[in-house]
């Protein structure tokens, strides 16, 4: 998620691709420059590092490959190589924001704090940088034992509102390490009530009153979280563990310990698709901090992953301990991994793993049925879903989901009999979800059955998301199988303005037009869907359209919609 809609840093590295690491470096400066931009563009970090180095041997004052590298180091948490490079990269740039903050926090890991807010006072130029600043200084003063100039430093974060939850939690671990409980509980309620739902605020506050002997008001907490079917192995745990009669240890106990959960809080925050590489570097720091470690490693395989950097994200996971209880989630993110890299057998037997050591998963036994289902093993996928569905609540967040993508999974196998069944269990638990009232609105509607009231499903779910695209698509189509095209017109016309760039949305539109007699919009739409990349099997159909016009036997089919994804129906899906 983003820092509360916040423009972030980037640091430009974007999009993976193939490893380049492998390849020596070149023989000339221009072809190492080359490839270093080439490898730092496509975020390959171990090939950037090698062919930067290269290249700074061969210029060794040239500021932008020493700025280069540092990155790739640092995203690559390599620390012992990225620190004399921030060194290097503030002697050209003075206010590099990243560099800073390494310097600075190698100086508080030396505990010279003074020396660490000079080199963070210098990154504090933008909203992500106040904000570390700030929070990295007070735990600094927190180190020197001044509880009053670290609460003093937390109030330069009054000018954004966004920050007052940050500012509130951090102030109340500092309150707590430094034993002033009363200050501490306040501004644990505080944050509290600033996010309720924020899982290491729960998991703070908890273990705060678990501390001061307060086991009956830390389960409140506990069971408010968990309220309402929500599942969280890490606040299960500390309620399980209230049995224990020994008191837990601090959550934050060090100063160091602090400016991990700093790094983390940040990192967490900026886990989104605009700041994904920045999310990355974060991650990183905060792994060298954090006294929470396998917090930190699903955190920072999640980045990897959302990066596309596979291998490293299992590599990161695989770290976790196997006696946490983190590990059966980072052998489902290894699993969905393997998925991604077309590796289907390596995911199945990651998950089986899952399953035969706690049979009782009901995560690791959607997601295996999720990657069932998407390998179209959809009788495999129904008998999984199934088992999970014998263990799950109702009051489960994810159990309406569960019955909605066995419906998927029975719709696809046109056992209608049983998905149905399983929409309409879905909707209840759901509260009608636009995702199930479209899938199986459109369902009735391709079958011709209870078509009024299919039709006001697809409406109903326009109603409630009336921008998105693909939902909006679903009642132009449903009205296209009705034949009543003026209607198919509007919301085939709406749909592609949401979704220009879905080939068979464009295509439904073409097919529409060509109904109404608009035929050279028609033709249109039709090239613009196959300019689309539309999938293998729907060119040829889209080509004999622009060739020879409209067949009716030979009709588009319904939206796709991005779907499915393993453990993200997010977006409604047709069959």
């Known amino acids: 998620m983003r820092l509360f809609g916040i423009s972030f840093l980037s640091l430009g590295l974007i999009v993976a691709s193939p490893a380049l690491a492998d390849t020596p470096a070149a023989s000339s400066f221009s072809g190492n420059y080359l490839a270093s931009r080439t490898a730092s563009h496509l975020l390959d970090l171990g090939a950037a590092a090698t062919y930067t180095s290269a290249a700074l041997k061969q210029d060794q004052n040239n500021g932008i490959l020493t ?37 600075g926090l190698k100086e508080f890991k030396a505990r010279r704090y003074g020396q ?63 034993g002033s409980s009363v200050r501490a509980e306040a501004a644990y309620k505080k944050a509290y009530g600033l996010a309720p739902t924020s899982l290491r605020i729960i998991q703070a506050y908890g273990n705060f009153l678990e501390r001061n002997g307060r086991k009956m008001d830390a389960e409140k907490v506990y069971r408010a979280f968990l309220a309402d079917g929500q599942r969280d192995v890490l606040v299960q745990k500390q309620l399980a563990d209230l049995q224990n009669p020994s008191k837990p240890a601090a959550f934050v106990a060090t100063p160091a310990a602090g400016a991990g959960e700093v790094l983390f809080s940040v990192a967490s925050a900026l886990n989104g698709d605009q700041s994904a590489d920045a999310a990355l570097v974060y991650s990183q720091l905060a792994l060298a901090f954090s006294a929470d470690r396998p917090v930190v490693l699903t955190t920072l395989g999640a980045v990897q992953s959302g990066l596309k950097l596979y291998d490293q994200a299992n590599a990161t996971f695989e770290q976790v301990p196997q006696d946490s209880v983190l590990r059966n989630y980072a052998d489902m993110q290894m699993a969905l991994n393997f998925e991604r890299q077309d590796q289907k057998p390596e995911a199945i037997a990651k998950l089986t793993a899952v399953v035969a050591k706690d049979s009782k998963d009901t995560d690791a036994l959607v997601t295996l049925a999720g990657i069932y289902r998407t390998n179209d093993s959809l009788a495999k996928a129904a008998e999984i879903y199934g088992q999970a569905l014998a263990l799950l609540p109702e009051n489960d967040a994810t159990t309406w989901r569960v019955y909605y993508d066995r419906g998927i999974v029975y719709d696809r196998l046109k056992q209608y009999d049983k998905s149905e069944p399983d929409f309409r269990k879905a909707l209840v638990l759901s509260k009608d979800d636009p995702s199930v009232l479209n899938y199986l609105g459109y369902s009735m509607i391709d079958r011709g059955v209870n078509l009024d009231e299919a039709i006001a499903m697809v409406k109903k779910a326009v109603s409630l998301k009336p921008n998105d695209g693909f939902i909006t698509d679903s009642l132009g189509w449903a009205y296209f199988t009705l034949r009543d095209y003026e209607q198919a017109v509007a919301y085939c016309e709406r749909a592609v303005d949401l979704v220009p760039s879905d080939a068979i949305i464009a295509e439904h539109l073409g097919d529409v037009y060509w109904k109404v007699g608009r035929k050279l919009e028609a033709q249109f739409q039709w090239q613009h869907a196959k300019d689309n990349h539309p999938e293998k099997d729907d060119i040829t159909r889209i080509e004999g359209k622009l060739k020879d016009g409209m067949v009716d036997a030979v009709q588009a089919k319904p939206a796709d919609n991005a779907a499915p994804a393993v453990m993200d129906t997010s977006k409604p899906t047709k069959g």
């Open 67 to 103: 700025e280069r590298l540092f990155q790739a180091e640092v995203m690559q948490g390599d620390f012992a190589k990225a620190e004399p490079l921030a060194a290097q990269v503030v002697k050209f740039n003075s206010q590099q924001r990243i560099a800073r903050l390494v310097l």
């Open 116 to 178: 660490a807010r000079d080199h963070f006072n210098e990154a504090a130029y933008t909203p992500i940088g106040i904000l570390t600043s700030a929070l990295l200084n007070a735990w600094g003063y927190a180190g020197e034992g001044s509880l009053n100039a670290a609460m003093h430093e937390l109030d330069k974060l009054d000018g954004q509102d966004a920050f007052a939850n940050y500012k509130a939690f951090h102030a109340a671990l500092i309150a707590d390490y430094l």
